[in-house]
């Protein structure tokens, strides 16, 4: 949070001074740039602070495994950090003030819930510990800043949204391809083998869902408009044709969770990690 306020503070200063008056442009951009960075993390702040107060505290148990495994990987200050619990993570803004863990229930027996209790662990005290909300809100305001001062001219408005939300939905994928990167290089090989098959696994029901009962489970309201359509595409495809297949299922991916890297791009990313091991090793 210090370095968000610096970085602000600094902007509006610049801004204000009397040497950047001819510079109208420029100004304009610092200034509409710190506003937008303030209130988006105010924003982001003042819902996750709620969310801190109203989710329900993690079982002893839990507290105590988590507490344990931030140990084992050398995480300072975890006697100070929230742990709560939720069924749904999927609104959630955690990044600054808590963690949440999803299972109540983890206990050795069940090495694939606890193995993938622990990646996810590592990952969210990655993000915690870098501010990666932080950083994705000082990103948005400095790219908003640049279609907000072309508001009266619709075309260059247009474009330059649509780079600015791409560029913000590459860098949160990149926030979540290093802290998955984190967390797996935390793990032994034997478990990045359990979670790379677990990966597999979900890949190919996710595409026989796709495929034969689209609309199966939860789904957003953009999935339920496209992933029938996708389906029927996906089914009318030759054999011969599994370049397409590839595009239809990320596209279908990529609607479910934008903000995340794709299934082959976490498959590949921890064959990475384990190359990376044996190297070490």
Same mark, same amino acid.
């Given at each position: 949070m210090n370095n968000i306020s610096k970085t602000i503070t600094i902007m509006i200063l610049l801004a204000c001074k009397?040497?950047?008056?001819?510079?109208?442009?420029?100004?304009?951009?610092?200034?509409?740039?710190?506003?937008?960075?303030?209130?988006?993390?105010?924003?982001?702040?003042?819902?996750?602070?709620y969310q801190k107060r109203t989710l329900e505290d993690a079982p002893d148990n839990i507290k105590q495994w988590t507490r344990e495994k931030l140990a084992k990987i050398n995480i300072k200050n975890i006697d100070s950090i929230s742990i709560k619990t939720s069924q749904d993570t999927s609104q959630l803004i955690y990044g600054h003030s808590f963690i949440v863990i999803k299972n109540k229930n983890i206990n050795d027996?069940?090495?694939?819930?606890?193995?993938?209790?622990?990646?996810?662990?590592?990952?969210?005290?990655?993000q915690y510990h870098h501010n990666d909300l932080?950083?994705?809100?000082?990103?948005?305001?400095?790219?908003?800043?640049?279609?907000?001062?072309?508001?009266? %001219?619709?075309?260059?408005?247009?474009?330059?949204?649509?780079?600015?939300?791409?560029?913000?939905?590459?860098?949160?994928?990149?926030?979540?391809?290093?802290?998955?990167?984190?967390?797996?290089?935390?793990?032994?090989?034997? %478990?990045?083998?359990?979670?790379?098959?677990?990966?597999?696994? %979900?890949?190919?029901?996710?595409?026989?869902?796709?495929?034969?009962?689209?609309?199966?489970?939860?789904?957003?309201?953009?999935?339920?408009?496209?992933?029938?359509?996708?389906?029927?595409?996906?089914?009318?495809?030759?054999?011969?044709?599994?370049?397409?297949?590839?595009y239809i299922i990320k596209l279908a991916e990529f609607i479910a969770h934008f903000r995340r890297p794709n299934s082959e791009q976490q498959i590949t990313l921890i064959q990475e990690c384990l190359d990376k091991k044996q190297n070490k090793s």
């Open positions: 009397p040497t950047f008056a001819m510079h109208h442009q420029f100004v304009q951009y610092m200034v509409c740039s710190a506003v937008l960075t303030a209130s988006s993390y105010g924003i982001c702040r003042t819902i996750s602070d027996a069940d090495c694939r819930k606890e193995l993938l209790t622990t990646k996810t662990l590592f990952h969210d005290i990655r932080g950083k994705s809100c000082l990103l948005y305001g400095m790219s908003m800043a640049i279609p907000c001062l072309q508001l009266f %001219n619709i075309p260059v408005f247009l474009s330059t949204l649509a780079l600015t939300a791409g560029g913000n939905i590459m860098h949160r994928r990149y926030q979540e391809i290093k802290a998955d990167e984190w967390a797996y290089m935390q793990m032994p090989s034997e %478990n990045l083998e359990i979670i790379k098959a677990e990966k597999i696994g %979900n890949t190919q029901r996710f595409e026989d869902n796709l495929m034969l009962d689209p609309l199966y489970g939860e789904r957003n309201w953009l999935e339920r408009q496209m992933r029938p359509l996708l389906s029927y595409k996906l089914n009318s495809l030759k054999q011969h044709q599994s370049e397409q297949k590839k």
